[in-house]
C-alpha cells in the first residue's frame, strides 16, 4: 500500500467526492482533527454544511464500514443522539470516488463535555447505557471484538521487531512488555467470563459533543465487541479515590438502562494498559503518513520511550490493586 494514502486527496478531490454524492458544494473547506482518517467540514449550497469522512485505505473492509453505519443508524432510530452517517436516494451511506471510500454526515455543534461535573458523568452513563441496550441486542458479525492479542501481543511484536525502540532501552521494554501481559491476563482470569456486546470502542470525551440538551456520540469507526466497562472507564481520570467517586456517578445514570457487571472492574486497568501500549504501535505504523510526523513530533524520541516505560511501570503496580468500588 502507498505509504501516504492521502497524497492524492486533495482539496478538490474532496469536492468532486461530495459532489459524487449529490451534493452541489459552494467551495468551502475545512480540515477537522482526525488523523486515522481525513475529515473535512464541507459547505454544500442551500444547506447546512456537511462533515465528509474518508477512510484510510487498507484499514477496514467494506462489509465492517457498513457494519459501523448500520449501528450507528440502529442507535439514531431508537432516538440515542449518535450522529450517524447520510443515506443517499439509493439508500447507499458509503460511496466511493477517486480510489477513496467516503461517509456523509450532518454537522452537529457541540463541546467536550465536562467531566468534572457529576451530573455530566450520570447523563453520560445514562446515553451509554442506552447504547449498550441496542449493543446487546445482537452481535457484530464483521467487526473484530477487544482483546489480549489484538490490542496487546501483536502491536507489543511490531513495535519490538520494527526497531521502534531504542536499543539501550530495548531490555527494559521488551521485559516490562513480558510482565504487563502476563498481568492483564490475569485481570482477564479475574473477571471471568463477561457479556461481549457491540460497543463504541473509542468513547474518550473528544469523541462526545456536549450541548445543553446532553451529549452526541461521533465517530463510531473503532466501534468493537467487547465488555460494558471499555465504553466507560475512558470517563475516569485521577487517582484511585477520585475514579471511585466518577465511576459511582457514571453508574447511577448507567443502571437507568442496564445493569452493570461490577467483575468487569477487573478489566478497568487491563484494557487502559492495552491502549497505551497499542497506541504506540499504531503511531508507529502511520509514521510515515506525513500527517502523523507534524502532529506527533515527540513520538519516537528516546524521551518518549522513557516516559512510555515510567508510565507503563507504573500501570504494572495498578494490575495488581483489587478493582474500584461500587456503591
Not at 464483521?142 to 511484536?157: C, L, Q, T, V, W
Not at 470525551?205 to 469507526?221: A, K, S, Y
Request: charge should be negative.
Amino acid at each position: 500500500m502507498d505509504p501516504h494514502p492521502y497524497s492524492l486527496l486533495t482539496p478538490d478531490a474532496v469536492l468532486d467526492a461530495v459532489e459524487s454524492a449529490g451534493f452541489a458544494c459552494d467551495g468551502r473547506l475545512l480540515a477537522l482533527n482526525s488523523y486515522e482518517n481525513r475529515v473535512y467540514q464541507v459547505g454544500v449550497e442551500e444547506g447546512a454544511p456537511l462533515v465528509a469522512k474518508f477512510y484510510r485505505p487498507g484499514r477496514w473492509s467494506n462489509e465492517e464500514i457498513l457494519e459501523e453505519h448500520a449501528f450507528t443508524i440502529e442507535l439514531a432510530e431508537r432516538e440515542i443522539p449518535v450522529v450517524a452517517p447520510l443515506a443517499d436516494e439509493k439508500g447507499n451511506t458509503l460511496h466511493q470516488s477517486g480510489g477513496f471510500r467516503f461517509a456523509l454526515y450532518p454537522k452537529r455543534p457541540g463541546r467536550v463535555p465536562e467531566l468534572s461535573d457529576p451530573d455530566t458523568l450520570e447523563w453520560m452513563g445514562r446515553f451509554i447505557a442506552r447504547i449498550h441496550a441496542v449493543g446487546g441486542t445482537k452481535p457484530f458479525l464483521r467487526r473484530p471484538s477487544i482483546d489480549i492479542e489484538s490490542f496487546g501481543f501483536e502491536p507489543g511484536r511490531y513495535l519490538l521487531e520494527g526497531g521502534f525502540i531504542p536499543a539501550d532501552l530495548e531490555v527494559a521494554y521488551s521485559t516490562l512488555l513480558e510482565q504487563l501481559l502476563a498481568g492483564i491476563e490475569a485481570c482477564f482470569g479475574r473477571a471471568g467470563k463477561y457479556r461481549e456486546i457491540r460497543l463504541h470502542g473509542d468513547c474518550h470525551p473528544g469523541n462526545v459533543l456536549w450541548t445543553e440538551e446532553g451529549p452526541h456520540f461521533v465517530d463510531f469507526d473503532d466501534c468493537r465487541s467487547g465488555p460494558a466497562i471499555q465504553d466507560l472507564w475512558m470517563l475516569l481520570s485521577g487517582d484511585r479515590a477520585e475514579m471511585t467517586l466518577q465511576f459511582s456517578y457514571v453508574l447511577e445514570g448507567y443502571r437507568d438502562f442496564c445493569d452493570f457487571d461490577p467483575s468487569e472492574l477487573h478489566l478497568l486497568e487491563a484494557l487502559r494498559t492495552l491502549r497505551m501500549i497499542h497506541y504506540s504501535a499504531w503511531l508507529a505504523r502511520r509514521w510515515e503518513d506525513p500527517a502523523f510526523l507534524s502532529a506527533f513530533p515527540w513520538f519516537n524520541t528516546q524521551k518518549y520511550w522513557q516516559d512510555q516505560i515510567l508510565a507503563l511501570r507504573e500501570q504494572a503496580a495498578l494490575l495488581l490493586e483489587p478493582p474500584l468500588a461500587t456503591f
